[in-house]
């Protein structure tokens, strides 16, 4: 069973940081595509970036670009979203996802519809609240 676990989520002042971290058991990230995304409060959720490990295909929201980052230990199993000079609009439930990498890579993967990239990413951790304050 595979089982995803985000943490490192908390209260933090626009313009500040934070790292999440999303570790895995009963998965590894080897040959898959692995994405994090958030949902805010009245909002659909939204792909903030995603990865296909086989070749490091990546995709970032425009809303997040230059601001995440993507990092991964695969010793540990554990990817990470270093998150930089966040906004209020940042504030949102974020999660972690993985799914089978032998698909054909696109923006899709990210931004496709709920049942969609539910379809893709197969897999989803509990979530970790960042609330960013003005």
């Known amino acids: 069973e595979v089982q995803l676990v985000e943490s490192g989520g908390g209260l933090v002042q626009a313009g500040g940081s934070l790292r999440l971290s999303c570790v895995a058991s009963?998965?590894?990230?080897?040959?898959?595509?692995i994405g994090w995304f958030r949902q805010a409060p009245g909002k659909e959720r939204e792909g903030v970036l995603c990865?296909?490990?086989?070749?490091?295909?990546?995709y970032y929201g425009d809303s997040v670009k230059g601001r995440f980052t993507f990092s991964s230990d695969n010793a540990e199993n554990t990817v990470y979203l270093q998150m930089s000079r966040l906004k209020p609009e940042d504030t949102a439930v974020y999660y972690c996802?993985?799914?089978?990498?032998?698909?054909?890579?696109?923006?899709?993967?990210?931004?496709?519809?709920?049942?969609?990239?539910?379809?893709?990413?197969?897999?989803w951790g509990q979530g970790t609240q960042v609330t960013v304050s003005s």
């Open positions: 009963g998965f590894t990230f080897e040959d898959s595509v």
């Open positions: 990865i296909r490990t086989s070749d490091s295909s990546t």
């Open positions: 996802a993985v799914g089978a990498g032998r698909r054909t890579w696109g923006p899709q993967l990210c931004t496709g519809t709920y049942y969609y990239t539910s379809s893709i990413f197969t897999s």
